[in-house]
């Protein structure tokens, strides 16, 4: 089972755009089974990418995701104050039916 | 409006078992795969086990498998994990998360979490 890697941290400030990167040590799943998440402490996570780039109803355009070979990313542009959270990169592997998720990135808004 | 509301955490000692619930509403509940994630401590979001809408499939993380039993019961529009043989490893927020249609493994809605806390 591949492991996903993400930075610890990210920071920026309001108005700019960042990028969280999601690193496959052996791949990053199935094609499409790319997802991320957004934690805000003591809240329930919610999705924000599926299938790599799709956002789900009522999810801000200024979500967006990308892969290219092992490694997706989630871009935030526009950044603002109430997207300070943690964020989570999840892949799907049908070979073992088994899913898993980033370690997570924390997303400061300077 | 859908809604997942997680019950049955609880402080418990390791060894012990422990029954999780979820409560549905608001979508057709036989529909969807529904999946157990948590969170420990200080630490990221772990899936721990899924079951399709029929019940007829489940998935398991190595981390629980043997020891923890998802289940489902349609006409009561409920999820249940049984937990055995608990480890401190286990405590968490376990949170109930319903597959989206394009894929399981994606979650789309989340309960608010029930924790549960393993230690002597």
């Known amino acids: 089972q591949s492991a996903l890697t993400q930075p610890a941290s990210v920071s920026g400030s309001p108005g700019q755009s960042i990028t969280i990167s999601c690193t496959g040590t052996i791949s990053i799943g199935d094609y499409d089974s790319v997802s991320w998440y957004q934690h805000h402490p003591g809240k329930a996570p919610k999705l924000m990418i599926y299938?790599?780039?799709a956002r789900p109803s009522g999810v801000s355009n200024r979500f967006s995701g990308s892969k290219s070979g092992n490694t997706a990313s989630l871009t935030i542009s526009g950044l603002q104050v109430e997207d300070e959270a943690d964020y989570y990169c999840?892949?799907?592997?049908?070979?073992?039916?088994?899913?898993?998720f980033g370690g997570g990135t924390k997303l400061t808004v300077l | 409006e859908v809604l997942l509301v997680e019950s049955g955490g609880d402080l418990v000692q390791p060894g012990d078992s422990l029954r999780l619930s979820c409560a549905a509403s608001?979508?057709?509940?036989?529909?969807?795969?529904i999946t157990w994630v948590r969170q420990t401590p200080g630490t990221g979001l772990e899936w721990v086990s899924t079951?399709?809408?029929?019940?007829?499939?489940?998935h398991y993380a190595d981390s629980v498998k043997g020891r923890f039993t998802i289940s489902r019961d349609n006409s009561r529009n409920t999820l249940y994990l049984q937990m055995n043989s608990l480890k401190a490893e286990d405590t968490a927020f376990y949170y109930c998360?319903?597959?989206?249609?394009?894929?399981?493994?994606?979650?789309?809605?989340w309960g608010q979490g029930a924790l549960v806390t393993v230690s002597s």
């Open positions: 999840s892949s799907y592997t049908s070979t073992s039916n088994r899913v898993v």
């Open positions: 608001g979508f057709t509940f036989s529909n969807y795969a």
């Open positions: 998360t319903r597959g989206a249609p394009t894929g399981w493994y994606f979650f789309d809605y």
């Open positions: 299938e790599v780039t």
């Open positions: 079951i399709s809408g029929s019940g007829g499939t489940t």
